[in-house]
């Protein structure tokens, strides 16, 4: 079953970001668009490529008025421990939520209830606090930021006008379409 226009559930979650730990919840992200960036673990080796990829776009995720949260099922303990301890995740400024109870990754369906991790699944959030695009990968595949914005720049666009779809590889400024009643069926 797909999760698009699904509603976040009401959540409450422990974050670490800037030497600092504070809860966010389902009203933080109420009003802004947000990108969920699950990973299995904290001290794993895909894991860090990918939260510095993020980081390195960071800037450009906020100028495009989108808050990224990186989440685990790992504590916000264990995000500080991996914060000083990691080269690359020293650097990150983004929040990272702690979902040790699941919350989270239950809600969006990506938990491996085996292990109790998450899997690869990255999510973007409308200011309505619902899922517009998302994707799953498998655990030993890693992800890519700048796909993932321009992901969410085609998701902003579509959503302020409605009447205009964006075609494959569609960067902020190219041409869109604006599909006909004809052609509907093969959106």
């Not at 976040?8 to 802004?32: I, M, S, W």
């Not at 020293?90 to 809600?107: C, Q």
């Not at 938990?111 to 998302?134: D, H, M, Q, W």
């Not at 902020?172 to 604006?178: D, F, M, Q, S, V």
Request: aromatic share 10%; glycine share 4%.
């Amino acid at each position: 079953m797909s999760l698009i226009n699904k509603e976040l559930a009401d959540f409450a979650v422990e974050a670490y970001q800037n030497e600092e730990v504070r809860t966010v919840t389902r009203e933080d992200l109420k009003g802004e668009w947000s990108v969920l960036f699950f990973y299995p673990a904290d001290f794993t080796f895909v894991c860090p490529t990918e939260l510095e990829d993020l980081q390195n776009t960071y800037e450009e995720f906020k100028a495009a008025g989108c808050e990224i949260y990186s989440v685990s099922t790992d504590t916000h303990f264990t995000h500080k421990a991996w914060h000083d301890n990691s080269e690359r995740i020293k650097k990150l400024t983004y929040p990272m939520l702690a979902d040790p109870t699941h919350a989270l990754s239950t809600d969006l369906e990506v938990l491996i209830p085996e292990s109790g991790l998450a899997e690869r699944g990255t999510f973007i959030i409308n200011p309505e606090c619902k899922v517009v695009a998302y994707e799953v990968n498998s655990g030993n595949v890693g992800r890519n930021a700048e796909e993932l914005l321009r992901k969410l720049q085609a998701c902003q666009f579509v959503a302020e006008h409605g009447d205009q779809v964006c075609p494959a590889k569609w960067q902020p400024g190219a041409e869109t379409l604006k599909p006909s009643l004809d052609l509907v069926g093969e959106l």
